[in-house]
């Protein structure tokens, strides 16, 4: 099956710095990747649908200048999480289109001190 | 709107079990309905997916049939084992891809 792969798997940074997550697809080419985010209590909040070439799609209550998504090439898809704190700590997931099915990364676990 | 709603866990079984967990969803069109699985500390794999009405999806001995006339997809194992202990969720796509729906997920133990 369709391989996604996120970068880095688990990062701790400092309050008030910005953290980047890439989102790959392996092998296959994505037009659309998804960001979610996973709560404590497991439920996946889609966050943004991104489009290679084009401006994200924010899910209302998403702050677009808080996390930046770029989608610059059919395998690519960024999260910048930006000017991070305590509350943006959470597992990030994206995943991608392929055609009809959304295949996922594992994840990437965000921890702000 | 489109919306999956799907049995509230955790489930608990022994070894060898048998699994049943109830989704339903609601949808304008023609969607496509998943079951995807979430292991401790990963991400969600696919685990079977059904495109129309009456196909069934299967895989790793799971399996679930996409019942339009009930709106339901519910995910059945006929012997559970202790690898399978993970989350499971079911969710729901628009028939155009844009957008998929997910359930609240239903968390699984099998204990041998």
């Known amino acids: 099956g369709a391989v996604v792969s996120q970068h880095p798997s688990w990062v701790i940074c400092k309050s008030g710095t910005s953290v980047k997550i890439e989102c790959r697809s392996l092998?296959?080419?994505?037009?659309?990747m998804f960001w979610y985010r996973q709560f404590p209590k497991q439920s996946l909040m889609l966050m943004a649908t991104?489009?290679?070439?084009?401006?994200?799609?924010?899910e209302q209550g998403v702050e677009k200048d808080k996390f930046l998504i770029n989608h610059a090439s059919l395998t690519l898809s960024t999260l910048t999480v930006t000017s991070a704190h305590p509350e943006d700590s959470s597992f990030y997931i994206c995943?991608?289109?392929?055609?009809?099915?959304?295949?996922f990364g594992p994840g990437t676990r965000l921890t702000v001190l | 709107g489109d919306s999956v709603t799907q049995m509230e866990g955790p489930v608990t079984l022994s070894e060898e079990a048998f699994l049943t967990i109830n989704c339903t969803y609601t949808?304008?069109?023609?969607?496509?309905l998943f079951w995807y699985v979430q292991y401790p500390g990963e991400g969600l794999q696919l685990l079977l997916k059904?495109?129309?009405?009456?196909d069934k999806g299967s895989n790793k001995g799971f399996e679930a049939t996409y019942r339009k006339e009930t709106t339901s997809f519910h995910l059945e194992k006929g012997s559970v084992q202790v690898s399978d202990s993970a989350v499971y969720f079911c969710?729901?796509?628009?028939?155009?891809?844009?957008?998929?729906?997910f359930g609240s997920g239903t968390k699984l133990n099998v204990k041998p």
């Open positions: 995943s991608a289109l392929d055609p009809a099915t959304q295949y």
């Open positions: 092998d296959f080419q994505a037009t659309t």
């Open positions: 991104s489009n290679e070439g084009s401006k994200a799609t924010y």
């Open positions: 949808a304008t069109g023609y969607p496509s």
């Open positions: 059904a495109t129309k009405a009456d």
């Open positions: 969710a729901l796509s628009e028939e155009n891809f844009n957008k998929f729906y």
